[in-house]
């Protein structure tokens, strides 16, 4: 004796016309090629970008915290976006004693020599217009963090063999990105995140004098700010923590304090 839920469903599908059969036809053929898009379909629209070495770092003493060159990931503009740059300095933290650094110095935050060689862009750096409807056709560069001290630290003997050298990093990306355009941009967007939030507090200034008067220029700090506030314990754990990165890298910007 044949199911009656299988004879039920004989008997509906008898009753269908061509035109049923038509619709349904239809909706399964767009099903499938939606389901074949997806399958065929690559995971992101952005390749991967190598990491570029400074040009210049040598000659400007613009070394990473073990003396290898720092680097910065470009991806030309196009369209309407050619003349506009958004850059993004990496985060990662600091270093506040000789030990923290040059532990430090044996990691990508310290040293090219262990940095991806290529990245895949995501977010504001991503050039995917449903990703990043905004920035996906400017000129975007993320800038390698390797001085332990968001890009600040002068250049002083130090007694060791660390090179605490952010703030001509700084300096020597700056010219090499102006060289490459940079000079001539309608529109420029500074932007970090943590360790390079706190970089682009630090230079957004400078940042806006390198660039001429006709040029829009915008900072973004993001979770750059960190509270001179008592911690649980009722330390001023991160005043201390600063005020170590700063003696030991004498950083340029507070230098006078």
Same mark, same amino acid.
């Given at each position: 004796m044949a199911n009656p839920m299988l004879r039920t469903w004989l008997l509906w599908w008898r009753k269908w016309g061509k035109k049923d059969w038509a619709i349904a036809a239809v909706g399964f053929a767009a099903v499938l090629f939606t389901f074949t898009l997806l399958i065929e379909s690559p995971i992101s629209a952005d390749d991967p970008v190598e990491l570029t070495l400074l040009r210049n770092a040598k000659d400007r003493g613009a070394f990473c915290l073990d003396g290898s060159l720092p680097g910065y990931h470009f991806e030309k503009g196009f369209g309407s976006g050619s003349n506009k740059w958004v850059i993004h300095i990496e985060g990662g933290g600091w270093c506040n004693t000789i030990e923290s650094c040059s532990y430090r110095s044996r990691t990508a935050l310290g040293s090219? +020599?262990?940095? #991806?060689?290529? &990245?895949?862009?995501?977010?504001?750096l991503s050039r995917d217009p449903s990703q990043n409807p905004d920035f996906y056709n400017w000129n975007r560069i993320k800038i390698r963090y390797c001085?332990?001290?968001?890009?600040?630290?002068?250049p002083e003997k130090n007694g060791t +063999?660390?090179?605490?050298?952010?703030?001509?990093?700084?300096?020597?990306?700056? =010219?090499e990105l102006l060289s490459m355009g940079m000079a001539k941009a309608k529109q420029a967007f500074l932007t970090g995140c943590s360790a390079g939030g706190?970089?682009?507090?630090?230079?957004? #200034?400078?940042?806006?004098q390198l660039l001429p008067k006709y040029t829009t220029v915008k900072c973004l700090a993001d979770a750059g700010f960190f509270l001179d506030e +008592? =911690? &649980? @314990? @009722?330390?001023?754990?991160?005043?201390?923590?600063?005020? #170590? &990165?700063?003696?030991l890298q004498v950083l340029a910007p507070f230098s006078s304090i």
């Open positions: 090219s +020599k262990f940095m #991806d060689r290529q &990245v895949i862009f995501a977010g504001m001085d332990g001290a968001s890009l600040a630290g002068h +063999k660390l090179f605490f050298r952010g703030q001509l990093i700084w300096e020597a990306i700056m =010219d706190l970089a682009t507090l630090i230079h957004c #200034d400078d940042f806006r +008592k =911690d &649980v @314990g @009722g330390h001023y754990t991160m005043r201390s923590f600063y005020q #170590d &990165v700063l003696l």
